[in-house]
Each structure stands twice: as structure tokens, then as C-alpha cells.
């Protein structure tokens, strides 16, 4: 058994990770630990008391974004935190995305959230990290948001990837002093053919990646990628079974398409046939650089921590593993905590697990104490 800062985990055969989060490396008794024993605890009951939120415009050299900053009442601490919201429908008005930014700035910190509205819509591609690299160029020139020059950076999901690479850029990264990803991949091709090869999971996830990468086998206007977008919305959403636009979009079909859709929806090994297809030729494509994170790593200079669900279904805990092991290697600093109070992209927690509520302020310790 292999000890890391973090705990012990343990590989098995499937590939996954064995994780004992009691571990109690991360405990400590300084600010940053009680700064993020005081954020779980807000996260956790939802109430932040002298915590304001209020709209504010980003402009960058090309583009200018609308984002949401949340700062306490009562603060000498004036370090900043950027929050990049995950692919869903509702962007940074995501209750999740709201709740975090709430108990960490409940904590002491100015959080920001901007909105991204290409992630909101489920799409995926380069121009993305670009997007983030704006919005933090933007941040930095501006003493009344940003008083350091400096910021913390903090991703959940695929949205992780996109931080990371942002991050590693020439110009950004002097700019960024602690970043933090909650349940982010390190391998494209393993993450995605877990996603598409599991079958009793929620299906948000495998709608998006096939959404944004099976037209290359469908077609472009091919009517399943039409059905594919949809039940992706109707799951982001969570509308109800009389809202849902699927069944009625899926009776305008030919019976061919509702077969296809029908197959890709239950046949896993389809599915990352399909995936297999269509990685082959996205090889050396800016699709695949979008993904891919294996060039960015070794470009870092922020301390990463890493936070990761032990029984995550949409992104497995052991890409997370991977990646501290990668960053050991190259010498850059980080902290891994696998742990089974979050789940996939969530950092909301239930604090009857004790040894692993302390373990996680540890890690949520080690971002804060980072943030300059």
C-alpha cells in the first residue's frame, strides 16, 4: 500500500483506486484549516451571513463577460478566488456554483464567477482556455477586484481541464498562486470510455461528450445528433416526464433514427465503438488539444490540489491519482484528497463522516493558504 499526502490508496484490478481518507496529514491547526472548516460549514447548512453578490462586466482585449462577484461584509483578506462554472444549462447561476462561491467568500475570500457561455451551452473546444486566460488578464489590472495581481483558481469536471490549461499558459501562469480541481480527468481517452462504457449512471455527462464529438460519425445534421442535444437539456433542466421535448422530437424521426438513438442510449460497447471512431480521427486535430491534457502538466507553477469523489461514476477518482502521481514526477507541488462526501463536481458534503470531513478541510486548506 502506497502512502500519499492525502491518505492511502491501493490499485485493484479494474483500474480503479482503494482510497483511506483517514489520514490525518491535512489537519492543522492554523487559518487556512479554520477557513475551510468555517466553508464546509456554510456549504453545508446554506446560510452565508455578511456575504454580499453583486453583477459586475469583465472586459478583455476581444471580449467582455458578465460575472458575479461575492465578497464578505467584513474582510481584511482581500485575496481573490475565480470560480469556473461546470457545463451546465444554467452557467454560474447554477445552485451548486452559487453555494460555493457563498461559503467561500463566508470564509474570508472575494470570489468571482464569470459566465461562460459557450460552457453553459455544452460546447467543447480550444477557444475555451482562451476565454478563462481573458477574464483572469482582465481581473489582475483591476486593484479594486484583484489588489495582489494575483488570483486562486478553482474548476469542478471538465471544467477542470479547461483551468489547468489556462494555467499553464506563458503569461498566466505567474498570475495564478492555487488552483483547485473538483472531480477533473487527466487521461481523455480513459475518461471518456468510462463515461460512454457505464450504463447505470446519470446520463447528463455521455449526452454532452457525444453531443460535441459524434457528429464526426453521424454527420453534422444527422437528426440523432439533434435527439442527443435534446436529451441533454431535458436532463439539465430536470424537467419533468410531461416537459421532456425528447419523446416528442424522437416520434418526428424516421424509424431508423429512433433505432440508432435507441441503440446508442443502451448499448454501451456501441457507444465506445463509436468513441473509438471518433477519437481515431480526431488525433492531432484542435478537438483533441481541447481535451487533452497531456502537454500542460509540466507548464504549471501554481500548487494543485486535487479533490476528487471516491465513488465518482461520471469521472473515475483515479484520474486524479494519476494526476498527483504525474505532478510528483515533474516536481510540482500537490495535495490529493479522494473522498466519500462529495460526489461527481460537488463539493457539498454531510459532515457525519468526521475523519473524512477533517481530511477534506485539509485539502480545501491547502487551495486557501495558496490563494495569494
Given amino acids: 500500500m502506497e502512502e500519499s499526502e492525502s491518505g492511502f490508496f491501493t490499485a485493484l484490478p479494474d483500474g480503479k ?10 489537519i492543522r491547526p492554523d487559518m487556512s484549516y479554520l477557513q475551510a472548516l468555517k466553508f464546509m460549514l456554510a456549504q453545508q447548512r446554506e446560510t452565508f451571513p455578511g456575504v454580499h453578490k453583486t453583477r459586475i462586466q469583465l472586459q478583455g482585449p476581444a471580449k467582455h463577460f458578465e460575472a458575479d462577484l461575492y465578497f464578505p461584509e ?10 469556473v462554472h461546470g457545463m451546465s444549462v444554467h452557467g454560474n447561476q447554477d445552485q451548486r456554483v452559487i453555494n460555493v462561491c457563498s461559503a467561500m467568500s463566508s470564509a474570508g475570500f472575494h470570489v468571482i464567477a464569470p459566465l461562460y457561455p459557450d460552457i453553459q451551452n455544452l460546447q467543447i473546444h480550444s477557444g475555451e482556455v482562451e476565454d478563462l486566460a481573458e477574464t483572469i488578464r482582465a481581473l489582475v489590472v483591476d486593484q479594486t477586484l484583484c489588489r495582489s495581481g494575483k488570483l486562486g483558481l478553482i474548476a469542478p469536471s471538465f471544467s477542470a481541464s479547461i483551468a489547468l490549461k489556462a494555467a499553464a499558459l506563458t503569461d498566466i501562469a505567474p498570475l495564478v498562486t492555487s488552483i483547485c480541481t473538483i472531480g477533473g480527468y487527466t487521461d481523455v481517452d480513459s475518461t471518456l470510455s468510462y463515461l460512454l462504457g457505464a450504463q447505470d449512471i446519470d446520463e447528463y455527462g455521455k449526452w454532452v461528450i457525444l453531443w460535441n464529438y459524434a457528429g464526426r460519425v453521424l454527420g453534422r445534421r444527422s437528426k440523432v445528433l439533434d435527439a442527443i442535444k435534446i436529451a441533454a437539456l431535458d436532463n439539465g433542466f430536470r424537467r419533468k416526464p410531461e416537459e421532456e421535448q425528447l419523446p416528442g422530437f424522437l416520434n418526428s424521426l424516421s424509424e431508423h433514427e429512433r433505432d440508432l438513438f435507441a441503440r446508442i442510449r443502451a448499448d454501451a460497447q456501441y457507444r465506445l465503438a463509436i468513441w473509438q471512431e471518433i477519437y481515431d480521427e480526431m488525433r492531432g486535430t484542435p478537438e483533441e488539444e481541447a481535451l487533452n491534457l497531456k502537454d500542460t502538466l509540466r507548464h504549471l507553477k501554481a500548487p494543485v490540489t486535487l479533490i476528487h469523489g471516491r465513488d465518482d461514476d461520471v469521472i473515475a477518482a483515479s484520474e486524479s491519482v494519476l494526476m498527483h502521481h504525474r505532478l510528483k514526477e515533474m516536481g510540482l507541488p500537490s495535495r490529493l484528497c479522494v473522498t466519500r462526501l462529495i460526489s461527481h463536481g460537488d463539493s457539498s458534503l454531510g459532515l457525519a463522516m468526521v475523519a473524512d470531513a477533517l481530511v477534506l478541510a485539509g485539502a480545501f486548506a491547502y487551495f486557501f493558504e495558496n490563494v495569494r
Fill in 17 to 26: 483506486f482503494l482510497v483511506d481518507s483517514s489520514c490525518t496529514a491535512f
Fill in 74 to 83: 467584513k474582510s481584511a483578506n482581500h485575496r481573490l478566488i475565480l470560480f
